[in-house]
């Protein structure tokens, strides 16, 4: 078995490494270092928690450890999808260089760009950025990257959803033809592939297999669950978490729980809030301290459960994470095995429950498709719950009888949840090219609504334009000529 002193690693490095307690190199560092220590491009298939990161940062801090930074021109370049990640990267960098003199900026948004500027000034040898932020700096003609003889493109398939390839192929164009290209992906899109076939050169590529498929360590299962009204699907849906959370009892020790959408982060958290759980969200709308607060919270112990979306959350590394909750399928089959991948690290035991409603079966097969295996369905807890006693004056009015254009808002709910439902409407899809494409940009776009649209058969959307003719024909619409609704005997006499 290769070990960390075989690598040819710089001595006061692996002096970090062994007080940071490995013994041993990952499969991805085993692979990655050396040809990257010998100068060669290297493209690592393997997603978080497989050690990638310092398969990149130790060699680099090797190869850095020589020379010295020249003002405004930053040595080598990380460029990362997420603030989250790029600070972990950072941190990183601080854990193995801690022997060696190397000067490091992180630019990413939510920071003052003066501080950041000083530091450039100064001259560093690692910049670890996001890249709508680095070409923010490059463009105000802070920064130049024709000294970056090492570049890094960390969770290339994530920058790919996020928008980030026409900024990343612009940022390989501004540094110098001769650099050495570091390139991770946890998925080889053919997008992904066109980019390593144009700006990697001869790279030795790396295949770690995907953790889901093999990580039999985290136990899988989903409750399938089916509103017992479609007005009440989200506050049923948020009563089966805090069942399926309660269930587990103090085997939860912590739990990552994600939404699909920025909107439900907010509003599940508020939930379990509520409802006396310890919880707090984590998105990308929401400013930089407060992020850093929540996740610190949340890897020391002080906070039990996070609500994330997928953005904020890939990538963390949070060594101890008892369960993960699935409140929606995600959309995209490698989120799920990127959501599992946060429980079960390191060897340790985890669970993964999800949530399915009907519409998302089709999401759930491709799942399954991919991680080539059936997850076990789970009972669901409420249906021994019902039926649920509600106040007269409290239930919500029929779809059929409310008025199509009155906000669905307004309904009366249940009151624990009232004010949290008050804020359920249309909500705004994170990410997949649909949100604004960086947070980190100077100049955000506002977010799209991406809500998923009516379908024609709804039934909010049709009950009263039938009550106001009195006589509507199904599959007519509105636009029905008068005479269908008239007997033959009226059409003969009109
Ligand atoms: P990463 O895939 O870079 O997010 O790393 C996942 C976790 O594995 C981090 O907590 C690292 O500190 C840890 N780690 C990285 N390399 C090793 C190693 N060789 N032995 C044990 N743990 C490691």
């Not at 409750?223 to 009204?229: H, L, N, Y």
């Not at 409310?402 to 009232?418: F, I, L, N, Y």
């Not at 100077?442 to 649209?453: H, I, K, Q, W």
């Amino acid at each position: 078995m290769t070990k960390f002193s075989d690598l040819n690693l710089n001595p006061k490095v692996l002096k970090a490494v062994e007080e940071a307690g490995y013994e041993t190199p990952t499969p991805i560092q085993a692979g990655a270092i050396p040809p990257a220590l010998e100068g060669r491009d290297v493209l690592g298939i393997a997603q978080t928690g497989t050690g990638k990161t310092a398969s990149f940062t130790l060699p680099m801090i090797t190869l850095l450890a020589r020379g010295r930074a020249r003002a405004r021109m930053p040595r080598s370049l990380v460029l990362c999808p997420t603030r989250e990640l790029a600070a972990q990267v950072a941190e990183n960098f601080d854990t193995y260089a801690k022997h060696v003199k190397l000067t490091k900026a992180l630019l990413i948004g939510g920071v003052s760009f003066k501080e950041q500027d000083q530091l450039i000034d100064k001259g560093v040898d690692v910049l670890i950025a996001t890249p709508g932020r680095l070409l923010d700096h490059f463009e105000r003609g802070k920064l130049l990257l024709t000294g970056v003889q090492i570049m890094v493109v960390d969770e290339a398939d994530r920058m790919l959803d996020m928008g980030f390839i026409p900024d990343i192929e612009r940022i390989f164009s501004l540094t110098p033809f001769t650099r050495q290209t570091l390139f991770f992906s946890a998925t080889m899109a053919p997008e992904i592939e066109r980019i390593t076939n144009t700006f990697l050169s001869a790279p030795e590529r790396i295949e770690i297999a995907r953790q889901a498929t093999t990580a039999e360590n985290i136990e899988q299962g989903v409750v399938m669950f089916k509103a017992s009204r479609k007005d009440r699907e989200a506050s049923e849906k948020r009563k089966l978490l805090r069942m399926m959370i309660d269930a587990e009892g103090e085997k939860c020790t912590n739990a990552i729980i994600f939404c699909n959408r920025k909107t439900d982060v907010d509003i599940v958290a508020k939930s379990l809030k509520k409802y006396g759980y310890d919880a707090a969200p984590i998105h990308g709308d929401l400013d930089q301290s407060q992020r850093t607060r929540t996740l610190d919270g949340f890897r020391e112990g002080s906070l039990r459960f996070l609500v994330a979306s997928d953005v904020a959350a890939r990538g963390l590394d949070v060594p101890s994470v008892s369960h993960v909750f699935n409140f929606d399928v995600p959309s995209h089959a490698e989120d799920y095995v990127h959501r599992i991948g946060r429980t079960g690290r390191a060897g340790r035991d985890g669970k993964a429950m999800m949530i399915c409603v009907p519409r998302d079966e089709k999401n759930l097969e491709s799942i399954e498709r991919l991680v080539q295996k059936e997850i076990p369905r789970l009972d669901n807890p409420l249906k021994s719950d019902r039926p649920e006693a509600e106040p007269e004056a409290e239930r919500a009015p029929r779809p059929e009888r409310r008025s199509a254009a009155k906000p669905a808002a307004k309904r009366v709910e249940k009151p624990a949840e009232q004010q949290v439902e008050q804020q359920i409407e249309t909500p705004a899809e994170e990410t997949r090219g649909a949100a604004p494409r960086d947070e980190d940009r100077s100049t955000s776009r506002p977010p799209r609504d991406t809500g998923a649209p009516r379908r024609r058969g709804d039934r909010g959307d049709r009950g009263d334009r039938g009550d106001k003719k009195g006589n509507n024909v199904v599959g007519m619409g509105d636009h029905m000529p008068s005479f269908i609704a008239l007997s033959f005997e009226e059409r003969r006499a009109g």
